[in-house]
């Protein structure tokens, strides 16, 4: 089937197929592109041949990769998020007096999206790149976002993306996620033991408007060998406050 006689929305999704799949197979040739979608090595072709036309995907000895146009989108993009143009100083300020890794994240479609990283001088490197998209309900950083959320929209994440196990401590538990954004919220910050990736803890606070609205959250995660004791149940929780606080000002009055 040409791509004119396929429907608008049926040409929409196999494009963005093509996107995804070169970017889970970091690169590929026609070929295991078509095997990996499932697709005709001719539709893929045409679909690349397209894309590569338009600008949003190289090739380079047979080999297609994702173009850097779709960073200028992600730029232009990440600017309409009020947190970030208003956390960025503060992000920075926070990963240089922790030497760790800094993320300001939003939701997103039921799902959390990093729009901001710092990283100290003892970072480890995870995967938290920016517009790495990971389930709310898994990190420091997502439960700080759905605490504050209305819990029928809490209701309908869980009903979307269910709630998937990434290590043996992930919250897979319906009630037990709730009762522990009843905790985050009496608390005021979250907190992520080994819930998403093993070997690293992290501690989050919600970023929310005058009005309460809840529209990201900043995290500090490392190594558990450094985030234990005092480290993990006091100063950095009261540091990822006092930085969630200045972000909020900042989204206030800027």
């Not at 232009?76 to 143009?85: A, N």
């Not at 990434?166 to 538990?173: G, L, P, S, V």
């Not at 970023?207 to 006091?234: C, L, N, Q, W």
Request: net charge negative; with cysteine.
């Amino acid at each position: 089937m040409s791509l004119e006689e396929e429907t608008t929305v049926g040409a929409a999704v196999k494009t963005f197929r093509i996107v995804e799949g070169l970017q889970e197979l970091d690169g590929a040739g026609i070929s295991e592109l078509a095997e990996h979608l499932d697709m005709p090595k001719s539709s893929v072709h045409n679909y690349l041949h397209t894309l590569e036309d338009l600008g949003y995907i190289i090739c380079v000895d047979g080999q297609y990769w994702v173009g850097l146009r779709f960073l200028e989108l992600g730029g232009y993009i990440r600017g309409h998020y009020r947190v970030f143009e208003a956390g960025q100083d503060e992000a920075d300020e926070l990963a240089e007096e922790t030497g760790e890794l800094v993320n300001i994240a939003v939701e997103e479609h039921g799902a959390g999206v990093h729009v901001y990283r710092a990283a100290g001088n003892r970072a480890v490197p995870i995967d938290t790149r920016i517009g790495k998209r990971s389930y709310l309900s898994t990190t420091a950083l997502g439960k700080a976002i759905l605490a504050y959320l209305p819990e029928d929209r809490v209701e309908e994440i869980i009903d979307r993306h269910g709630l998937p196990r990434m290590t043996k401590n992930t919250i897979c538990d319906r009630d037990a996620l709730f009762e522990e954004l009843a905790t985050i919220r009496e608390q005021g910050y979250a907190s992520d033991d080994e819930e998403r990736l093993n070997g690293v803890r992290c501690v989050a606070a919600p970023i929310r408007t005058d009005d309460g609205e809840v529209i990201g959250s900043i995290s500090v995660a490392g190594p558990t060998h450094r985030m234990k004791g005092d480290r993990f149940e006091r100063e950095l929780p009261e540091r990822v406050l006092q930085a969630s606080n200045v972000i909020e000002l900042n989204v206030t009055y800027s």
